[in-house]
């Protein structure tokens, strides 16, 4: 256990953290698809919703329309005030074709819809957070919201991902992609380049768990939250964050241990090819910053560093008495190399809904108006 301080405020759990937070004035925005229907972990995540009081809770719903009826029905036997947005409701692609901004679907997408509907509804604060987290509990909702209710704009949850592949197997690490990807490329940018003149690098070093989908934030840092389409959506809120709230406006708050569901490495949607979404927009966010990167040069620093972290870990594994396969962490590390390249060219952001060309409440009475269509 230890309290150690970072270069933004970071918050830690000494047990069982339950803090005073303003869950009446927020609203708590779930990207949710087809396959979580039903599923123990989103049932959790929702029955613990239902013993806070917040002002509303958002479904950013991705499902065929046949779907849509019966999953609606199954979140309305939650005791929630609930607005379900179908993301692919035909109102709201009318909507996204009128304003220029229809385009690739995916997360960032319904997290975008998503965060029109809360900020449509006023809230003080918005809470974001998956709904495939196995051992999410009330308290994370207050974790989140604590540094807010204390003055900062931003705050980001980090936790540990330690967990069993399948039942009576060994336990293992997870969060491969952050602790064998991002953590040590940002850290050879920063060994390559002045952090106080590119104070962003040290900004990205500060988060124990860059890569997790939870946070929480006042609602004019919300509305000023341009959205990635992409893997590289948690880097692109990193990168925003920095420019409008900095140091002192960021906290990050231990969430404890989480489960969720895990990628294969290759294949589509698999790790590697969400390696090139996450270092994509991480090289572009670098170099809109005034870092000069040379790729060959970093690509061999990412190698070297990324093998002392397989070092490191290993290490944690064999301290903790967890399975560690060296191997296939090597073989991972081979295929995050290739992502440290000149990004390729991406989607343009979804804007942030104070600069959009689309109001958010057209988009709630949308969403409303799909969803009374599905249910006739």
Not at 107 to 113: A, E, I, M, Q, V
Not at 128 to 155: E, Q
Not at 177 to 191: C, D
Not at 309 to 315: G, H, R
Request: proline share 7%; charged share 25%.
């Amino acid at each position: 256990m230890e309290y150690a301080q970072e270069r933004i405020t970071t918050l830690h759990d000494l047990g069982d953290a339950a803090p005073p937070a303003p869950t009446g004035e927020a609203t708590v925005v779930v990207p949710m698809t087809e396959r979580d229907h039903g599923a123990p972990a989103t049932e959790r995540v929702f029955a613990e919703l239902a013993a806070l009081d917040p002002v509303e809770v958002v479904v950013a719903l991705r499902a065929p329309r046949e779907r849509v009826g019966p999953i609606h029905d199954w979140l309305a036997e939650f005791s929630l005030p609930l607005s379900t947005c179908w993301c692919g409701g035909p109102r709201i692609a009318d909507r996204l074709t009128e304003a220029g901004l229809d385009g690739p679907g995916g997360k960032g997408r319904d997290l975008w819809l998503g965060l029109g509907v809360a900020i449509a509804a006023d809230p003080s604060y918005v809470v974001v957070h998956d709904v495939d987290a196995k051992a999410f509990h009330r308290r994370t909702v207050r974790r989140l919201l604590y540094p807010l209710f204390r003055g900062h704009a931003f705050s980001k949850g980090y936790y540990a991902r330690v967990e069993s592949p399948a039942p009576r197997e060994p336990r293992q690490l997870y969060g491969r992609l952050t602790r064998l990807f991002y953590e040590p490329l940002v850290e050879s940018l920063a060994a390559r380049h002045d952090t106080r003149e590119h104070p962003l690098l040290d900004y990205l070093a500060a988060f124990r768990y860059a890569l997790a989908g939870e946070f929480a934030a006042t609602r004019e840092f919300a509305a000023a939250l341009p959205l990635e389409r992409s893997w590289g959506l948690e880097v692109g809120v990193l990168d925003t964050a920095f420019d409008r709230v900095g140091f002192a406006g960021t906290a990050q708050v231990d969430l404890g241990v989480h489960k969720h569901g895990h990628r294969s490495v290759s294949g589509a949607g698999g790790l590697a090819s969400m390696s090139a979404d996450v270092g994509g927009r991480l090289l572009r966010g670098v170099i809109g910053h005034g870092v000069d990167v040379e790729y060959a040069a970093l690509r061999a620093d990412y190698r070297e560093t990324a093998a002392r972290y397989v070092d490191t870990y290993e290490a944690e594994a064999g301290f903790n008495g967890l399975s560690y396969d060296r191997d296939r962490e090597e073989e991972q590390v081979d295929h995050y190399a290739e992502a440290v390249a000149p990004p390729a060219d991406a989607p343009p952001r979804l804007p942030a809904w104070q600069a959009a060309p689309l109001d958010p409440g057209s988009v709630a009475e949308a969403a409303a108006m799909d969803l009374a269509e599905v249910k006739r």
